[in-house]
């Protein structure tokens, strides 16, 4: 059974920092990009970032660009956000997911996990 | 950046009727787009790939339809298992972007 696990999200200061992990089961880790998508309460979603099999390939948003950084540990099955300069907009639920496809980077996603709940405010 | 928008924003109706929503990309986004189903207090759920093909898990009563930057999502004949916020996104170009969400609700 596919699994993600988000966990390091809480309360932050605007200005502070956040790192966030997620851990895969279920399936061969290393053969899938993964993404972080977010959704602040009561609100639609909204892509964050994605990074290929091998780290190669990364995308962020321009919402986040210069201020989260996204990377992997495929050994430990693990993906991170490390999110710095946090503003109250950065507030959401955050989801890792997987890509269906082992060849397109790009998506879609078709196992998400539960989401991680990152709150900015002073 | 493609736009994503979704119309209706919410969509009221009864158990046994079809429901039609849409999505219209800025530009072209060929055959690459996916629609979502989520339900209050859980993740989405891949629905539709390619803008046609049904993900598993999911009856026939869903079907998609379109490409290029006009695109249906179709419920046949709604149970009450499929009220819920439906999110239509496209992965042709970076930035990936999603559409506002249309609400199912019962009418």
């Known amino acids: 059974e596919v699994q993600l696990v988000e966990s390091g999200g809480g309360l932050a200061q605007p200005g502070r920092s956040l790192r966030l992990s997620c851990v895969a089961s279920g399936f061969i880790f290393n053969d899938y990009a993964i993404h972080w998508v977010r959704q602040a309460p009561g609100k639609g979603l909204e892509w964050v970032s994605s990074i290929s099999w091998n780290s190669g390939d990364i995308g962020y948003a321009d919402s986040v660009k210069g201020r989260f950084t996204i990377s992997r540990d495929n050994a430990k099955q693990s993906l991170y956000l490390q999110m710095n300069s946090l503003r109250a907009e950065d507030t959401a639920f955050y989801y890792c997911?997987?890509?269906?496809?082992?060849?397109?980077?790009?998506?879609?996603?078709?196992?998400w996990g539960q989401g991680t709940l990152v709150t900015v405010s002073s | 950046e493609i736009v994503m928008t979704q119309s209706p924003a919410t969509l009221s109706v009864s158990p046994g009727e079809r429901a039609t929503l849409s999505c219209r990309a800025s530009q072209s986004v060929s055959s690459n787009l996916a629609w979502y189903q989520q339900k209050p207090g859980q993740a989405p759920r891949l629905l539709i790939y390619?803008?046609?093909t049904r993900a598993t898990g999911f009856p026939a009563r869903f079907s998609g339809s379109g490409s290029g930057t006009e695109f249906t999502l179709t419920i046949s004949s709604l149970q009450s298992d499929d009220f819920a916020v439906y999110y239509c996104q496209q992965y042709n170009n970076w930035p990936l972007t999603f559409g506002g969400g249309t609400k199912v609700e019962i009418k």
């Open positions: 390619g803008a046609y």
């Open positions: 997911a997987k890509a269906l496809s082992m060849i397109l980077v790009r998506g879609p996603f078709d196992y």
